[in-house]
């Protein structure tokens, strides 16, 4: 199901949206629903066979007089966090779909100045949180560094991070692949790393339209 179908298919707008699946942290997700819930939780990466820590979700959504989504992202990430070895694997990342805004438009202008940085870009250097060869998911705020963006520029989107990203969580690394190192609270499409095809897609997705990532 493509993602915009999926919005179009939702009738009113939702207090929350939790997602157990793997990879759908992207900005490009929240940004897509953002008119159809207030607050969205999601991983970045993969989720684990167990997903969300269901012994104690229904507490947090169903036996309190208001739902409390964050408690099911702190849930999850901490079964996870005091494990070991490989089951040492999470990111998780709750966001307010209502202050997307002001992310997109530090990003509009951080694209539009470092084009060049952005086609230029080494993957390998970016922070990613894919496995098997999957690379359509990088960190946001890893992405613009790489691309050139001033300190300024950078402090700037961290402040709209900040207001829109209300609880994020990472284990160190995931599934002994790949270290975390930067955890911005969300994903990105990297079109350096992409395909002719992926791009023209892209350009149908509210984000693109709203920041010109991909020309």
Request: aromatic content about 12%; glycine content about 6%.
């Amino acid at each position: 199901m493509e993602l915009s179908d999926f919005a179009e298919a939702i009738p009113m707008k939702l207090d929350y949206i939790l997602f157990d699946a793997c990879l759908m942290g992207g900005i490009e997700v929240a940004y897509e629903l953002r008119g159809k819930c207030r607050t969205l939780g999601f991983s970045q990466a993969e989720v684990l066979a167990e997903g969300f820590d269901y012994k104690t979700l229904t507490q947090h959504l169903l036996l309190k007089e208001t739902a409390d989504p964050m408690g099911v992202c702190k849930d999850y990430f901490s079964q996870y966090d005091i494990q070991s070895g490989i089951y040492r694997s999470a990111t998780i990342s709750m966001v307010d779909c209502d202050k997307l805004e002001p992310v997109a438009e530090v990003c509009r202008e951080i694209f539009s100045a470092h084009r060049a940085g952005l086609e230029t870009i080494t993957p390998s250097n970016v922070q990613r949180f894919y496995r098997s060869g999957k690379h359509w998911f990088y960190d946001l705020e890893s992405i613009v560094r790489e691309a050139g963006a001033t300190e300024e520029e950078i402090t700037r989107l961290q402040n709209a991070l900040d207001e829109c990203v209300l609880y994020k969580g990472h284990t160190p690394e995931f599934m002994s692949e790949f270290r975390i190192d930067i955890f911005s609270g969300f994903s990105m499409y990297l079109p350096v790393h992409g395909s002719p095809e992926l791009n023209k897609f892209y350009k149908t997705l509210k984000w693109n339209q709203a920041t010109g990532l991909v020309e």
